[in-house]
């Protein structure tokens, strides 16, 4: 059974760090890992998606990788604002599993002024 | 852009009503998702449906069942509220295409409190 985790579970840091939120998962057999993020009691929002055959994966600040060997996938957020203060979910779909999304626990941001 | 909309954003049902939450996706996506999400616990799937009439039973079905008759509109129904099923309740959309899974979107979620 696919199972994903995030750590740290919290993180505060003060505005202008740049930082790194890490995701492992146990079976590297995936189609694509999914980044996400999510404000206190509101939906999901999706950041980055990197299919299997990439290796990383970039939208303005934020840059994702993907070791699928190793079974790792980090999420870089440079010059980090109070507005990037949230949780944020990787998620993988499993090879086999008709698109369906293993989620990991979540790690909660804070950015501080 | 995509967008998920859920009925409701917040529900309040009695013990043994029985609820429907509704999801509709405007972008022809194949595979509809229901997950709810409870602190500690994360997100987990309830049902999902790669097209329409088709369903599979998620990790935590029980409870609960789910109707697809058109493709852009996915509901999840709660046979017999019980207090345990009070949480988050998420939908999500995406598409299989070219080989390749797409993004998820997500809903803005319903949070359902039954009492």
């Known amino acids: 059974k696919q199972e994903v985790t995030q750590i740290p579970a919290a993180l505060s840091v003060p505005e202008g760090e740049n930082l790194v939120l890490n995701c492992s998962f146990t079976d590297s057999a995936i189609y694509n890992l999914q980044w996400f993020r999510q404000d206190p009691g509101k939906g999901l929002t999706s950041l980055l998606l990197i299919q299997s055959s990439q290796r990383e994966q970039t939208s303005g600040r934020l840059n994702a990788s993907l070791d699928k060997s190793s079974g790792r996938s980090t999420l870089y957020i440079a010059a980090s604002q109070p507005g990037d203060s949230a949780t944020y979910l990787c998620?993988?779909?499993?090879?086999?599993?008709?698109?369906?999304?293993?989620f990991g626990t979540g790690t909660r941001l804070q950015v501080t002024l | 852009d995509v967008k998920v909309t859920q009925s409701s954003r917040y529900l309040v049902k009695r013990t043994g009503e029985k609820v429907f939450l509704e999801c509709v996706q405007d972008m022809d996506h194949e595979n509809m998702f229901w997950y709810r999400q409870d602190p500690g616990l994360g997100l987990r799937l309830i049902y999902f449906s790669y097209d329409v009439k088709m369903k599979e039973k998620g990790d935590i079905p029980e409870g609960y069942s789910v109707s697809r008759e058109k493709k852009e509109r996915f509901s999840l129904i709660l046979e017999s509220a019980s207090t345990n099923q009070t949480s988050m309740y998420l939908c999500a959309s995406s598409l299989w295409g070219q080989g390749l899974y797409t993004e998820a979107f997500f809903g803005q979620g319903t949070r359902l409190t039954v009492v």
């Open positions: 998620a993988v779909i499993k090879t086999g599993t008709a698109s369906k999304l293993t």
